[in-house]
């Protein structure tokens, strides 16, 4: 168990549906990264933030949007939702977010399929 | 940009015999190298890291990696498989540079053991 915590574990949905997922990550940690994992693309770096505040962006389609809140979790939005937009989504947690060797403790992960 | 490269998307030993998974990176500076693994169904689990604190990198469950800058490799090995070593293992690089440290994956690859 790496302490990071991911909601809800499986989300059916259907297109152009819009869906929240959510990530608590490890005590202390104050970094937050989002992943996408499928299979034509590997996984895939989305987004990063910081003690509230955005820090990094990746390969993030315009449709999703994310936050992280003043308890310091994190919510992934998807809207108007694709087919190709079935993926595992990751979160992560670090204790800084900027160093080399900061290591990163994902979570479960939230299975997105979109019928 | 830094990259990382799997080579050999399956790889299959029988029980006992040597692990030997390769990574190569691309890296215009010092890099933060990550092995992980992703057992059926869950998250990532960190297996070990190299943070130029020392080349050979011993990690969990008996598996260690040698970074190799004259050959920009750092291949993970494992003297002798067990059946539960049977999993997806992932090299990642941190690309770190302004305020992020992201982690930038290869496309896995695949471990059978056979009986």
């Known amino acids: 168990d790496s302490g990071v915590t991911q909601t809800p574990k499986h989300l059916i949905t259907a297109t152009g549906q819009r869906v929240t997922l959510r990530c608590s990550p490890r005590?202390?940690?104050?970094?937050v990264y989002w992943y996408q994992q499928s299979l034509d693309q590997g996984l895939q770096f989305l987004i990063q933030?910081?003690?509230?505040?955005?820090?990094a962006k990746g390969n993030i389609l315009e449709r999703f949007s994310a936050q992280q809140f003043p308890d310091l979790h994190s919510e992934l939005n998807l809207s108007s939702l694709e087919l190709g937009d079935s993926a595992l989504y990751f979160c992560?947690?670090?204790?800084?977010?900027?160093?080399?060797?900061?290591?990163?403790?994902f979570g479960p992960g939230t299975r997105l399929t979109v019928l | 940009a830094q990259s990382v490269t799997q080579l050999g998307s399956h790889v299959s030993v029988s029980e006992g015999a040597l692990v030997l998974l390769r990574c190569n990176y691309s890296?215009?500076?010092?890099?933060?190298l990550f092995w992980y693994v992703q057992y059926p169904n869950q998250g990532l689990q960190l297996l070990l890291k190299?943070?130029?604190?020392?080349?050979l990198v011993k990690g969990i469950n008996g598996f260690e990696a040698e970074f190799k800058k004259s050959e920009t490799s750092f291949h993970l090995t494992k003297p002798s498989a067990h059946m539960s070593d049977a999993a997806e293992y992932f090299c990642?690089?941190?690309?770190?540079?302004?305020?992020?440290?992201?982690?930038?994956f290869g496309t896995g690859t695949l471990l059978a053991v056979q009986p």
């Open positions: 992560a947690s670090s204790v800084e977010g900027w160093a080399g060797t900061d290591t990163q403790y």
């Open positions: 890296s215009s500076v010092p890099p933060y």
């Open positions: 190299y943070t130029s604190a020392a080349t």
């Open positions: 990642a690089v941190s690309e770190t540079g302004g305020a992020t440290n992201k982690l930038i």
């Open positions: 933030y910081y003690n509230g505040e955005e820090r």
């Open positions: 005590s202390g940690d104050l970094s």
